[in-house]
């Protein structure tokens, strides 16, 4: 699949293809007119880039990702780092759940009067 396939398959930009390829989160076949094709396999690992960095890996944590693909011992690092993550996901909504408890509570208290 070439880029211009995914970019209209998946509504992913071609930059942004571009970059994570550039940056080597995902690497693929170059072709002999000089653009790039993608296999089945790459264009599930394209997805789950398009997921970690929604979710705020870095680069480095999605390169770690696949690096420790293959094994069971290295799925088992994948889920550490799956874990880790969905934590820090978890705090930043506890966080973002507290300010919107104060805010309620100003708009509580707004209608009261007494603020």
């Known amino acids: 699949m070439t880029i211009r396939e995914i970019e209209e398959r998946f509504c992913i ?16 076949k170059e072709l002999e007119d000089g653009t790039k094709d993608y296999n089945e396999d790459q264009v599930r690992d ?14 480095g944590e999605i390169r770690q990702y696949f690096a420790l693909g293959g094994t069971k011992e290295g799925a088992a690092g994948q889920v550490r780092l ?10 930043k ?6 300010l919107l408890d104060k805010i309620d509570y100003i708009i509580r208290e707004k209608r009261k009067g007494d603020f």
Not at 48 to 56: D, P, S, Y
Not at 82 to 91: A, F, H, S, V, W
Not at 93 to 98: A, D, P, R, S, T
């Open 13 to 28: 930009p071609a930059e942004k293809l571009k970059r994570y390829e550039s940056e080597g989160l995902i690497i693929g």
């Open 46 to 59: 394209l997805g789950a880039v398009c997921i970690f960095t929604e979710a705020g890996f870095t680069c």
């Open 82 to 91: 799956l874990r880790k993550k969905r934590g820090e996901l978890l705090e």
């Open 93 to 98: 909504i506890h966080c973002e759940q507290k």
